[in-house]
C-alpha cells in the first residue's frame, strides 16, 4: 500500500514563499499536489504525467514549481497570496490516466497559511 507523507508547511506573509515535500513509499511516477481551504472543495493544484510534464492550475501558474527527485514529490510556492491559505495534499495517480479526477491515494496534509 502507498504511503505518502507530506511537511514544509506552515505560516508566511504574503508575497513569501514556503517549499512542500512528499515522501512517498515507492517510485510513484504520477503524483500531484491538491489543496482545500476552508469552506471550498478540494482543487488540484499542481501535477506530474509520466513523462515528468506538468501541468498546473491557472491560479498558481508562474509562482509554484511541481518536481520530483527519485520518491520526493516538491511543490515550491513564491509570491504567496492570502488565497493560498489551505491544506495542501500530495497525491498518486497510480494508474497515470492522467487527469485530476485520476488521483486515488492521499496524504495526510500539510496546513499553509499566508497572511496578508
Known amino acids: 500500500q502507498i504511503q505518502l507523507v507530506e511537511s514544509g508547511g506552515g505560516s508566511v506573509q504574503a508575497g513569501g514563499s514556503l517549499k512542500l515535500s512528499c515522501a512517498a513509499s515507492g517510485n510513484i511516477y504520477c503524483m500531484g499536489w491538491f489543496r482545500q481551504a476552508p469552506g471550498k472543495e478540494r482543487e488540484g493544484v499542481a501535477r506530474?504525467?509520466?513523462?515528468?510534464i506538468p501541468t498546473y492550475a491557472d491560479s498558481v501558474k508562474g509562482r509554484f514549481t511541481i518536481s520530483k527527485d527519485k520518491n520526493i514529490l516538491y511543490l515550491q510556492m513564491k509570491s504567496l497570496k492570502s488565497e493560498d491559505t489551505a491544506m495542501y495534499y500530495c497525491a498518486a495517480d497510480t494508474w497515470c490516466r492522467g487527469a485530476w479526477s485520476a488521483f486515488n491515494t492521499w496524504g495526510q496534509g500539510t496546513q499553509v497559511t499566508v497572511s496578508s
Open positions: 506530474l504525467n509520466r513523462n515528468g
